[in-house]
């Protein structure tokens, strides 16, 4: 027996199962959530409203599970996450004066960045100067050197907005 002759919503349930299957935000991966404390949590859910619908061109389509601390645009994806912990790099020297090759410290549009290329080639970009540790972490199509400038560009405003500067939780 053919259930979708009989049934003509059975069809449109597995056409709609199958549309919403293909729309996961990041492939099918999951995104890890933080644990942000009681400081920070109420800084992160302030960034979640406040974060743009759009990011270099590319509509926010949220990873799994959801959380107001995670945030993703494309695919593959741009990931957000806010309130993690403060990045071992965060305080390395090296870093301070120029001497890690693979980390560097900068800014974008008023928010500061530490930017670390990853063992796959791709880059990593930490908020610093803020009181929440906001992390943006791009495919490879977006790894390039010049291509995270239009994704820092467009986050700017929400972090400036809803993670005021200053200290972060120091925790791990």
Not at 23 to 37: I, L, Q
Request: glycine share 8%; net charge negative; aromatic share 4%.
């Amino acid at each position: 027996m053919n259930i979708f002759r009989h049934r003509p919503l059975g069809l449109l349930a597995v056409a709609l199962l199958v549309a919403v299957a293909g729309c996961s935000a990041d492939d099918g991966h999951t995104v890890a959530v933080p644990t942000p404390d009681a400081r920070t949590a109420p800084l992160c859910r302030d960034l979640d409203k406040a974060l743009p619908r759009k990011v270099d061109g590319q509509a926010r389509r949220d990873p799994e599970p959801r959380s107001a601390y995670t945030a993703a645009w494309g695919s593959p994806a741009i990931i957000l996450r806010c309130g993690i912990p403060r990045p071992p790099k965060m305080v390395d020297p090296k870093v301070a004066v120029g001497q890690d090759p693979d980390a560097i410290a900068g800014g974008v549009d008023g928010v500061d960045w530490l930017m670390e290329k990853q063992d796959d080639g791709t880059w990593r970009f930490t908020t610093s100067e803020r009181r929440a540790y906001v992390q943006v972490t791009l495919p490879e199509e977006l790894s390039g050197p010049d291509d995270s400038a239009q994704v820092l560009t467009d986050l700017a405003p929400a972090v400036k907005k809803a993670i005021p500067e200053g200290i972060a939780s120091m925790r791990h």
